[in-house]
């Protein structure tokens, strides 16, 4: 009997191994994106389990946006990369950490050193007018006397998500916008922080990461945000 490239399952956590095969298979090359998979029933037969653990484990690959069904047609490997199979990686790492702030700060300047790093090396010339616009705009409300602390959140994070859009890198975008969304109350303490107790660091430590990007520095761009984090601890 064909088996798909697929193992039997032991019966034990059955629809998660069978996620776990599925998406062994497509890494390995066996199913490519746009690809259809088998029917329900011929993996359930490869398998030897019953229909409704593939229906499961189907559902779950589709919710983390590796599958999805096509009716009348058949269920197919997505052909992008979707949010959705970044945040269970994050969460995972949340629910597994002992220190969940500490060890999510050092993810978050190991991500924004790498993604800065790869922004100097494929940012176009339409990425740097956006940069300096973000940049030009982050800088005008840092000079208004009255600071709107929500006003400057949204600036700051346009700034970072234009240096992650830079990249060219799928993964990199979702990862950087998966740790903003976890770290958010963090990310708005560390700018209250910076605006009332370290007035001038927040414009200081974007200057130097803007002019580090369009001189193509990586050396001083990772200087900048190790520099902004030691500050902070």
Not at 95 to 119: H, P, V
Not at 123 to 133: A, H
Not at 189 to 208: A, C, D, V
């Amino acid at each position: 009997m064909d088996n798909f490239g697929f193992k039997n399952i032991e019966y034990k956590n059955i629809a998660q191994q069978i996620v776990d095969q599925i998406c062994k298979a497509i890494a390995e090359g066996k199913y490519k994106p746009g690809d259809r998979i088998p029917t329900e029933q011929d993996l359930a037969k490869s398998l030897n389990v019953g229909r409704n653990s593939v229906r499961e484990a189907i559902k779950i690959l589709v919710a983390f946006g590796i599958l999805e069904i096509r009716r009348a047609e058949g269920t197919f490997v997505c052909k992008t990369i979707s949010q959705n199979m970044i945040n269970p990686l994050i969460y995972g790492i949340i629910l597994s950490s002992g220190n969940l702030n500490e060890e999510m700060i050092e993810f978050q300047i190991a991500i924004d050193k790498a993604m800065s790093r790869m922004c100097i090396q494929r940012y176009t010339e339409q990425d740097l007018e956006k940069l300096t616009q973000a940049y030009e705009n982050l800088m005008e409300t840092l000079d208004k006397k009255d600071y709107d602390l929500d006003e400057i959140y949204a600036k700051d994070k346009n700034f970072h998500e234009i240096i992650a859009e830079s990249t060219h890198n799928e993964f990199m975008k979702m990862m950087h916008k998966s740790i903003w969304e976890l770290l958010d109350k963090i990310i708005k303490q560390e700018i209250r922080t910076s605006l009332y107790h370290h007035e001038g660091r927040m414009r200081e430590m974007h200057t130097q990461i803007y002019k580090a990007i369009v001189s193509k520095d990586e050396e001083a761009v990772t200087n900048a945000i190790k520099k902004n984090y030691d500050t902070q601890e």
